[in-house]
Protein backbone atom coordinates (compact mmCIF):
# COMPACT_ATOMS: atom_id res chain seq x y z
CA UNK A 1 0.00 0.00 0.00
CA UNK A 2 1.05 3.80 0.13
CA UNK A 3 2.32 5.74 3.33
CA UNK A 4 3.15 8.95 3.59
CA UNK A 5 5.10 10.20 6.71
CA UNK A 6 5.97 13.65 8.40
CA UNK A 7 5.83 15.53 11.52
CA UNK A 8 2.86 16.63 12.88
CA UNK A 9 3.80 19.83 14.42
CA UNK A 10 7.05 22.20 14.17
CA UNK A 11 7.48 25.42 15.73
CA UNK A 12 10.08 27.94 14.54
CA UNK A 13 11.47 31.74 14.77
CA UNK A 14 11.03 34.23 12.62
CA UNK A 15 14.06 34.65 10.34
CA UNK A 16 15.27 31.26 11.09
CA UNK A 17 15.73 28.40 8.63
CA UNK A 18 13.01 25.01 9.04
CA UNK A 19 13.55 21.31 7.91
CA UNK A 20 10.31 19.36 7.36
CA UNK A 21 10.51 15.73 6.63
CA UNK A 22 9.03 13.31 4.80
CA UNK A 23 9.29 9.69 4.01
CA UNK A 24 6.83 7.54 1.98
CA UNK A 25 6.60 3.60 0.51
CA UNK A 26 4.61 3.97 -2.74
CA UNK A 27 4.79 1.75 -5.66
CA UNK A 28 4.97 3.00 -9.01
CA UNK A 29 6.54 6.03 -7.84
CA UNK A 30 6.38 9.17 -9.99
CA UNK A 31 7.22 12.07 -8.49
CA UNK A 32 7.20 13.79 -5.12
CA UNK A 33 4.69 17.25 -4.42
CA UNK A 34 4.89 19.73 -1.10
CA UNK A 35 1.73 22.06 -0.73
CA UNK A 36 1.26 24.78 1.79
CA UNK A 37 -2.55 24.92 3.12
CA UNK A 38 -3.98 27.73 5.66
CA UNK A 39 -6.72 26.54 7.57
CA UNK A 40 -9.98 26.21 5.96
CA UNK A 41 -7.94 27.43 2.63
CA UNK A 42 -7.20 25.02 -0.51
CA UNK A 43 -3.59 23.60 -0.91
CA UNK A 44 -1.19 25.80 -3.00
CA UNK A 45 1.48 24.27 -5.02
CA UNK A 46 4.96 24.76 -3.76
CA UNK A 47 7.30 22.02 -5.48
CA UNK A 48 7.26 18.82 -7.73
CA UNK A 49 10.16 16.84 -7.38
CA UNK A 50 11.04 14.10 -9.74
CA UNK A 51 14.66 13.52 -9.78
CA UNK A 52 16.92 12.78 -6.51
CA UNK A 53 18.87 16.48 -5.09
CA UNK A 54 17.43 19.75 -4.34
CA UNK A 55 15.38 22.64 -5.85
CA UNK A 56 15.75 25.79 -4.97
CA UNK A 57 12.45 28.49 -5.42
CA UNK A 58 13.23 31.72 -3.72
CA UNK A 59 13.10 31.15 0.13
CA UNK A 60 12.18 27.04 -0.43
CA UNK A 61 13.79 24.17 -1.82
CA UNK A 62 12.93 20.52 -1.38
CA UNK A 63 14.69 17.77 -1.93
CA UNK A 64 14.12 14.48 -2.84
CA UNK A 65 16.35 11.11 -2.72
CA UNK A 66 14.11 8.22 -4.32
CA UNK A 67 16.37 5.41 -3.41
CA UNK A 68 16.08 6.25 0.72
CA UNK A 69 12.61 7.35 0.05
CA UNK A 70 12.71 10.76 1.88
CA UNK A 71 12.17 14.11 1.35
CA UNK A 72 12.64 17.62 2.55
CA UNK A 73 11.09 20.76 2.41
CA UNK A 74 13.51 23.61 3.97
CA UNK A 75 12.12 27.61 4.51
CA UNK A 76 14.49 29.85 4.99
CA UNK A 77 14.16 33.51 6.44
CA UNK A 78 10.92 32.38 8.26
CA UNK A 79 8.15 34.98 8.21
CA UNK A 80 4.81 34.68 10.34
CA UNK A 81 2.69 34.35 6.79
CA UNK A 82 4.55 30.90 6.53
CA UNK A 83 2.62 29.72 9.52
CA UNK A 84 0.63 27.00 7.88
CA UNK A 85 0.22 23.62 7.17
CA UNK A 86 2.66 21.69 4.52
CA UNK A 87 1.60 18.83 2.68
CA UNK A 88 3.84 16.28 1.59
CA UNK A 89 2.05 13.84 -1.61
CA UNK A 90 3.91 11.30 -3.81
CA UNK A 91 2.27 11.04 -6.84
CA UNK A 92 2.61 7.23 -8.81
CA UNK A 93 1.04 5.28 -11.50
CA UNK A 94 0.28 5.91 -14.82
CA UNK A 95 -2.97 7.59 -13.04
CA UNK A 96 -1.09 9.80 -11.49
CA UNK A 97 -2.57 9.04 -8.17
CA UNK A 98 -1.63 11.80 -5.46
CA UNK A 99 -1.05 9.87 -1.78
CA UNK A 100 -1.42 12.79 0.81
CA UNK A 101 0.51 12.90 4.50
CA UNK A 102 -1.42 14.26 7.33
CA UNK A 103 0.43 17.53 6.85
CA UNK A 104 2.78 19.72 9.42
CA UNK A 105 1.53 22.55 11.16
CA UNK A 106 4.31 24.54 11.27
CA UNK A 107 4.17 27.39 13.56
CA UNK A 108 6.16 30.70 13.68
CA UNK A 109 6.46 32.85 16.52
CA UNK A 110 7.50 36.32 16.55
CA UNK B 1 -7.81 34.29 -14.79
CA UNK B 2 -6.94 30.21 -14.55
CA UNK B 3 -9.23 28.78 -11.71
CA UNK B 4 -11.21 25.57 -10.18
CA UNK B 5 -14.40 26.70 -9.16
CA UNK B 6 -16.41 24.82 -6.99
CA UNK B 7 -19.58 25.48 -5.54
CA UNK B 8 -21.11 25.80 -2.78
CA UNK B 9 -18.63 26.65 -0.19
CA UNK B 10 -21.01 25.96 2.46
CA UNK B 11 -23.78 23.19 3.02
CA UNK B 12 -25.58 22.18 5.75
CA UNK B 13 -27.70 18.67 4.80
CA UNK B 14 -30.11 15.69 6.33
CA UNK B 15 -29.02 12.70 6.20
CA UNK B 16 -30.46 11.03 3.26
CA UNK B 17 -31.37 14.26 1.10
CA UNK B 18 -29.11 13.76 -2.16
CA UNK B 19 -26.84 16.24 -3.13
CA UNK B 20 -24.51 17.30 -6.25
CA UNK B 21 -21.14 19.46 -5.57
CA UNK B 22 -19.97 21.19 -8.78
CA UNK B 23 -16.61 21.41 -10.31
CA UNK B 24 -15.82 23.14 -13.07
CA UNK B 25 -12.09 24.54 -14.49
CA UNK B 26 -11.06 27.01 -16.99
CA UNK B 27 -7.39 25.30 -17.78
CA UNK B 28 -8.54 22.79 -20.64
CA UNK B 29 -6.89 20.13 -18.37
CA UNK B 30 -7.25 16.12 -18.93
CA UNK B 31 -7.41 15.24 -15.56
CA UNK B 32 -9.54 16.00 -12.40
CA UNK B 33 -9.61 14.76 -8.86
CA UNK B 34 -12.15 14.94 -5.92
CA UNK B 35 -10.89 14.97 -1.93
CA UNK B 36 -12.02 14.94 1.03
CA UNK B 37 -9.89 16.35 4.14
CA UNK B 38 -10.90 15.58 7.80
CA UNK B 39 -8.72 16.32 11.13
CA UNK B 40 -5.34 14.11 11.29
CA UNK B 41 -6.04 12.14 8.26
CA UNK B 42 -4.93 14.45 5.84
CA UNK B 43 -6.51 14.92 2.48
CA UNK B 44 -7.74 11.33 0.69
CA UNK B 45 -9.02 10.64 -2.98
CA UNK B 46 -12.30 9.73 -3.55
CA UNK B 47 -12.35 9.59 -7.30
CA UNK B 48 -10.85 10.49 -10.40
CA UNK B 49 -10.91 11.20 -14.08
CA UNK B 50 -8.38 11.12 -16.30
CA UNK B 51 -10.46 12.48 -19.32
CA UNK B 52 -14.41 12.81 -20.66
CA UNK B 53 -16.01 9.18 -19.90
CA UNK B 54 -13.30 8.04 -18.34
CA UNK B 55 -13.50 8.13 -14.33
CA UNK B 56 -12.09 5.35 -11.30
CA UNK B 57 -12.38 5.09 -7.84
CA UNK B 58 -9.92 6.83 -5.23
CA UNK B 59 -9.15 5.80 -1.79
CA UNK B 60 -12.70 6.27 -0.30
CA UNK B 61 -15.35 5.91 -3.39
CA UNK B 62 -17.89 4.46 -1.18
CA UNK B 63 -21.23 6.49 -0.98
CA UNK B 64 -19.92 8.89 -4.14
CA UNK B 65 -20.46 9.07 -7.34
CA UNK B 66 -19.17 11.47 -10.34
CA UNK B 67 -19.46 11.75 -14.00
CA UNK B 68 -17.10 13.68 -16.19
CA UNK B 69 -19.41 14.48 -19.22
CA UNK B 70 -17.77 17.48 -20.39
CA UNK B 71 -13.67 17.99 -19.96
CA UNK B 72 -14.52 21.53 -17.90
CA UNK B 73 -16.84 19.80 -15.24
CA UNK B 74 -16.41 17.18 -12.85
CA UNK B 75 -19.56 16.78 -10.15
CA UNK B 76 -19.30 15.12 -7.28
CA UNK B 77 -22.65 13.21 -6.05
CA UNK B 78 -23.94 11.95 -2.94
CA UNK B 79 -26.91 10.04 -3.38
CA UNK B 80 -27.78 8.79 0.36
CA UNK B 81 -25.47 11.98 2.23
CA UNK B 82 -24.65 10.11 6.06
CA UNK B 83 -22.82 11.51 9.13
CA UNK B 84 -19.47 10.16 8.50
CA UNK B 85 -19.35 12.18 5.11
CA UNK B 86 -18.98 15.57 6.95
CA UNK B 87 -16.04 16.74 5.89
CA UNK B 88 -14.51 19.30 3.76
CA UNK B 89 -13.86 18.41 -0.45
CA UNK B 90 -11.91 19.89 -2.71
CA UNK B 91 -11.84 19.20 -6.31
CA UNK B 92 -8.10 19.71 -8.00
CA UNK B 93 -6.94 19.66 -11.71
CA UNK B 94 -3.87 19.04 -13.87
CA UNK B 95 -2.70 18.63 -17.22
CA UNK B 96 -0.72 15.24 -17.68
CA UNK B 97 1.66 17.99 -20.05
CA UNK B 98 2.91 20.02 -17.16
CA UNK B 99 3.48 18.06 -13.79
CA UNK B 100 5.94 20.39 -12.91
CA UNK B 101 2.76 23.00 -12.20
CA UNK B 102 1.01 21.00 -9.88
CA UNK B 103 -2.41 20.18 -9.39
CA UNK B 104 -5.20 23.13 -8.73
CA UNK B 105 -6.94 23.08 -6.21
CA UNK B 106 -10.56 24.37 -5.99
CA UNK B 107 -12.03 26.96 -2.50
CA UNK B 108 -13.18 23.91 -1.05
CA UNK B 109 -16.57 22.70 0.29
CA UNK B 110 -17.44 22.59 3.52
CA UNK B 111 -20.25 19.84 4.01
CA UNK B 112 -22.01 19.04 7.19
CA UNK B 113 -24.73 16.42 7.17
CA UNK B 114 -26.85 16.09 10.43
Known amino acids: GQNIDQPTEMTATEGAIVQINCTYQ??????LFWYQQHAGEAPTFLSY????GLEEKGRFSSFLSRSKGYSYLLLKELQMKDSASYLC???????????FGSGTQLTVLP | EAQVTQNPRYLITVTGKKLTVTCSQNMNHEYMSWYRQDPGLGLRQIYYSMNVEVTDKGDVPEGYKVSRKEKRNFPLILESPSPNQTSLYFC?????????????FGSGTRLTVV
Open chain 1, 89 to 99: AAESGSARQLT
Open chain 1, 26 to 31: TSGFNG
Open chain 1, 49 to 52: NVLD
Open chain 2, 92 to 104: ASSSPRGPYYGYT
